[in-house]
């Protein structure tokens, strides 16, 4: 579920969609819109003791003593959660979370994705390369003191400075983040561990059974778990990789309930959002949907394609794309449902409708007039002027970095290339051959999982794909100047002789001989630059490490190529982009202050920036569409009906089959004496979320969150109350695979599990 939004963060607007799903929210009593900040809880504890928990708030969030939030981790930074279930320092999360690690794990001797992994004691745990994980030690407002009596002038020495005290005696990482886009600051402070090892994941066809077809999707039945441990110095503190590392010893870990869950049930959810932009303006809304989605998908469909391709000439080839295809597959299942729920449900509309409301309540006071009148208007006059803007810079971030979409020569050449050229254009033979050094000292790494073929055709497509979609008043020079056949580049010189950097002369065409097109011209231009690019191939790049020469860097085409979009940007487009993004968060601040001046008796949430939140809601079912009603649960029986032999997406595995014929499936039935494997509940939450705890009213784990529903994937833009589910598996059936599939019982005897009652 984890992904990335790119230019949306340019295009942030404030309107609170807040307030529309809160009144929406009489048609579900059971859903409560918002990712709260936990040292603010006490404003929702009421409504929370009402719907159901049964825990003292100080047992949910206190630094002063053990919390369930001690017990709550952050993946690598942001991209996942996960949760303390053990005194050893064990963590579970989702599969898909570990992914990247199980695959750096993984070989075509010894598939770990395929097969899946159960250590069977800690000796036998494997290294996760550059993981981390991360614990909440501090979190604090910094308002006042950030933003001081010149109004945040000198905001960002006041944020140094509180960073700086937060960690001169430990060995804490902290920052200071802001949220109601300048209004309010936080000051958050981490204790961060780098040695993680892998404990156990089950084979791909329990922990990604449905694979990218089920993917926001219910029903769903997928087992999308895994274990990790977490490692520490003889003195429980972080540690570098060390044979000598022992488990951390935390201050909290979360027992786990058999009792499973009924509809109504109270739950929770602690964990690491990534991003939402809740708060966008119609305008904005209509841009996502209108254009800058239906790009993404564009771009990403087309890469997909190619990975598909690449993947299917072996194994080793679909081992090393394993973790970058399901990552891509993601976000391009994401901007579809997106754009789909946006549209079907004409958000746009009901944004418009409540800007009108806005406009009406500040014209109404002439001192609110003053201050709000023009917002609207100024907002609808930006986002009039930026739709060009707007689609230059997706085609100029996805071809120059995205990490999936630009192809590998374009990034090595930009990060890498780019940057040792001053260093060897001064001539400074020491700092060469540091620079060269450092090069040489990574080129297995840069070309890793590298595939020519399938990189040449994304720089080709990327290259040509600028040129078609990029508005003609906004198209870079370079373009033309190949057309022409006049764009500086290096030409093959003979053989013992320098190659020099050419200007080269439009050819007259001969006769009989058909015209190119432009785009022709392009296509065989790209193919002769990947042809001649230092960074399209590790034997040239290491020939030119051997003998670096400033002119060889300067006649490199896809250099010139990167270097000529730069100038273009800086000269064309740059500071527009800039005034725009600048007046944006002026006018959005502004307006989350009216927004709450307008209702000051309701409680704002602030979108998500990847810091610890709490959502609260129920287990509940929905109705997708007319006449159709989803229960709140699956079972092992939808995996049986779903199952196809030898299907990529759909296979089960034998001995998952053999449990199944016997019903072997010791204490996690349900009372209803089926084995449930997924559920429903109406807590908030978005990429980042994945991995983190779903919690019942006593505050024990029944659950861990990989994924939402379909018609919850326009949620992270504007939420929909009766349809917007969290898709959870049933920590039951995480248990039973762990127990029943894996006999893993190291792994089982490390738990506190609550059996309580079978309802």
Known sequence: MQFKKWSLLLLGLVFTSALLAQEKASYNPGYYEGMWLPIKLDKNYSEMQSEGINLPLDLVYDESKPSLEDAVVV?????????????????????????????????????????????????????????????????????????????????????????AKATEENNYEAEVREVFHGSEYYLYVYETFRDVR?????????????????????????????????????????????????????????????????EGDFTMVMGYPGSTERYLTSYAVSLAIDQTYQDYIDLMGNVAKLMEAEMAKSDSNRIALA????????????????????????????????????????????????????????????????????????????????????????????????????????????????????????VDEFYKNYFPQMDRQLFIDNFTGFYRKVPENLRPEVYQQIIDGTFMMEEEAEEGKKKKKKKKKKKKKKKGEVEMTPEQKLEQWANNAYDNAIMSSPDRLRAFLANPKAETIENDPILNYIQGLIAHYRTNVGQKDATFGFQIELLRKDYIEGQREMYPD?????????????????????????????DYFTTMEGIMEKYVPGDPDYDVPEKLRKLYETEDY?????????????????????????????????????GCAFDGNWESMCGDIHVIPELNRTIVVDIRYVLFVIDKYANAQNIISELRIAEGESR
């Open 198 to 262: 892998l404990v156990g994941a089950p084979p791909s066809d329990i922990g990604k059974f449905g694979y990218d077809k089920d993917n926001w999707e219910w029903p769903r039945h997928t087992g999308d778990f895994s274990l990790l441990r977490v490692y520490a110095n003889a003195d429980n503190e972080p540690a570098d990789y060390s044979e000598s590392n022992v488990p951390y010893k935390p201050k909290a870990f979360m027992p786990i309930s058999l009792e499973g869950v009924d």
């Open 323 to 442: 973790s970058d295809y399901a990552s891509l597959m993601n976000s391009y299942k994401y901007y579809i449902g997106a754009s789909t729920m946006l549209k079907r449900n004409d958000i746009p509309a009901e944004r418009r409708a409540s800007e009108d409301a806005f406009q009406a309540w500040a014209e109404a006071d002439p001192e609110r007039k003053e201050k709000y009148g023009s917002i609207v208007n100024d907002i609808e006059g930006l986002f009039g002027m930026y739709q060009d803007i707007d689609r230059y810079m997706t085609y100029l971030q996805y071809t120059l970095g995205h990490p999936f979409v630009a192809s590998r020569s374009m990034i090595l050449t930009l990060s890498q290339l780019r940057r040792l050229q001053p260093v060897i254009a001064q001539g400074d033979e020491t700092a060469i051959q540091e620079g060269v050094g450092l090069m040489e000292d990574q």
């Open 75 to 163: 993946l690598d930074g942001g991209s996942c959660t996960a949760e303390v279930i053990s005194e050893k320092g064990l963590l579970l999360t989702n599969h898909h979370c570990a992914y990247d690690g199980i695959a750096a794990l993984s070989t075509a001797e010894s598939d770990l994705l395929t097969d899946g992994f159960w250590a069977r004691s800690l000796s036998e745990e494997r290294v996760i390369p550059d993981m981390t994980v991360s614990f909440l030690i501090h979190m604090e407002e910094v308002t006042e003191i950030v933003i001081g009596e010149d109004g945040g002038a000198d905001a960002e020495a006041r944020i140094e400075e509180l960073v």
């Open 666 to 702: 010791g204490k996690y039935l349900d009372k209803d004496g089926s084995l449930h494997v997924c559920f429903l509940t109406t807590n908030d939450i978005t990429g980042g979320n994945s991995g983190s705890p779903v919690i019942n009213a006593k505050g024990e784990l029944i």
């Open 602 to 630: 309701r409680a704002f949430y602030p979108d998500a920036n990847s810091t610890m939140r709490l959502t609260y809601g129920k287990v509940m079912p929905y109705r997708p569409k007319d006449g159709v009603v989803y």
